[in-house]
């Protein structure tokens, strides 16, 4: 099955953006470099995740400096009006040439109330299944109102010509969107377009895509898939764990702790373990003992490793921040047994994100049968030296751009 390869964009980045001697802030030459390399490397577009750089702020910038990519922006419904979003969007969508996607996310009771919304979880999904049909009635008609439960948009009363409007390339916006919850997935089901849930084992995660497609299709609904991973590809498997043991050797104790609790909650290393796998024991086992987990101990299958990461560090099993590692025949290969179980849409990081994306475009993609829309020729380098002028150097040779080894560095 074809399948679209998306990469990252993000205010933090850096070769371990999860310590504080790993990570840098970008800025606008670092992200248009960016951009730019997502573009030129063939990438069907880039997710741009909730966070400081605003995403449809950072999508405006963006897409002008770019040709082909995507811009899958995040957003958590209703911290602007649909029909100011219709206004925002429609310029976007003509600036772009249609290269505007939504990411639908919900987000979490306590970050939402400083943006003035103070709905709880499961009552932000039915507000946001009303506030996409408000905008999908305004996106067709701009004079059109709403009357809703919760949105109500007055009808035009005044006079614009249509000609005034920026033209609108895509019908519609295409939605994405996440939600493991009940109340998420049945969102989902009435909701998005292509579903997105984080990386978990292949035969899992189609359980779970076809649990979705199941509700979906009760309602005479069918959706597309997607995942999300990071990723190390090196020239021989070696490298690649090697690499992994890098990351490992450069996240302190301290600051996996502090990961491990994201999912598992403050102070769950004191706490009986509900498991009886030994791998997930021997993690729990090492972190007890004050060190990380051995770098075997993190892998579920082959080529998915739960290391360390911006989005945690989850031992027990995949989630948001899941690795694939490998050659880039075998991230390929993974890429496809995943496929095969119904995921249709890979969001990737590795990083720094541009070196990684670059390499990704070079080694990996042309390895792939992918479903861009347009014609993806094989990444040459030939951008490398313009792009990376941005960046600082980077303490590993193997990573585009790098010119210092780890060791000597470290
Ligand atoms: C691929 C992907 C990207 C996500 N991006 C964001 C994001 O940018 N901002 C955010 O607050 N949450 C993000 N989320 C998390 C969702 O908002 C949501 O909290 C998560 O899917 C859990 O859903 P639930 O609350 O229904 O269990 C993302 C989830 C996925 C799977």
New binding site residues.
Partial sequence: MPVKILWYVQSADGPVPWTEDGVWANDLPRLRALAQGIDRAGFYGA?L???PHEPLALAAALAPLTEHMRFLV?L?PGLLSPAKLVDIASVIDNFSGGRLLF?V????DA?LPEYGMFLP?DER?AYSAEYWDAFARRWADPGEGYEGKHIKLAARTFDIPLTYFPEKVQPRVPLWG????P??VAHAAQVVDSY???ADLPDRLGGKFREVAGIAAGLGRSLSF???FQVIVRDTEEEAWAYAQSLLERTPYAKAVELSAYKAGPGWLDRDQDTDDPRALRCVDALRAGRLPDVQDLVVHPNVWLGPSVFGFDVFGPG?GTWLVGTPAQVAERINEYAAHGTESF?LSGWPLLQEALRFGRDVLPLLDVDHGFEVRPYDGSSDAELLAAFPEVDDPSVPGGRRTPAAHR
Avoid at 105 to 108: L, M, P
Avoid at 178 to 181: C, F, L, T, V
Wanted: aromatic share 14%.
């Fill in positions: 997710l995740p909730t966070g995040a958590y990411n996310v919900n987000g979490h970050w979880h999904y996440a939600g493991g919850s109340a998420g997105l849930a984080f997607g995942t999300r948001a969001i």
